[in-house]
């Protein structure tokens, strides 16, 4: 009886994280595909809540920061350089790989730019840099569920 407790309680707790992950992948498709910024707040909020899964959890604050620093990551996704290209043209006209992006398109944030937005340093810093990691991997599977959520959803119809 114990074992069978026990694993509903792991399945009620997968599903209740799969939820809100789903909810918080809505927000962050509204935000960031939508331009919903009425949205970002909420997004914030719901990812605030995913990073207390963490273990250490992160203080209040610097979930906060934490959260914000992901969006703004995932949002603001292109290379400044190319402009999202994943190329530039050199000097003699020809067509190059972005050296800035290494020809992904997608824009590499610093570790002093985390560093800055974060308001940390040193083993604090090293913590919420892996803390930040997880928050970016939490808002791809937000997305990935949120989007077979909607799946399922228009399947139905």
């Known amino acids: 009886i114990h074992a069978l407790a026990a ?5 009620l707790n997968r599903t209740a994280r799969e939820c809100a992950l789903a909810s918080l992948g809505v927000s962050l498709i509204a935000l ?9 707040t909420r997004t914030v909020e719901k990812l605030m809540d995913a990073l207390m899964w963490l273990r250490p ?20 996704d292109h290379c400044f350089t190319c ?5 530039v043209q050199g000097d003699n006209g020809v067509v190059k790989a972005c050296s800035a992006c290494g020809g992904s398109g997608k ?4 570790d002093d730019e985390r560093k800055e937005a974060l308001q940390m340093e040193g083993k604090e810093f090293d913590r919420a840099n892996r803390q930040l990691g997880e ?6 599977m937000a997305e990935a569920e949120a989007i077979k959520s909607a799946k399922k959803m228009l399947e139905k119809w």
């Open 107 to 110: 824009r590499r944030y610093s």
């Open 32 to 40: 960031k595909a939508a331009n919903r910024p009425d949205e970002y």
């Open 135 to 140: 928050a970016l991997k939490f808002l791809s």
């Open 7 to 11: 694993a509903q309680a792991v399945t």
């Open 83 to 87: 402009q999202g290209r994943g190329h």
């Open 57 to 76: 959890r992160p203080s209040s604050k610097q979930a906060n920061l934490i959260a914000r620093q992901a969006i703004m990551e995932n949002v603001v």
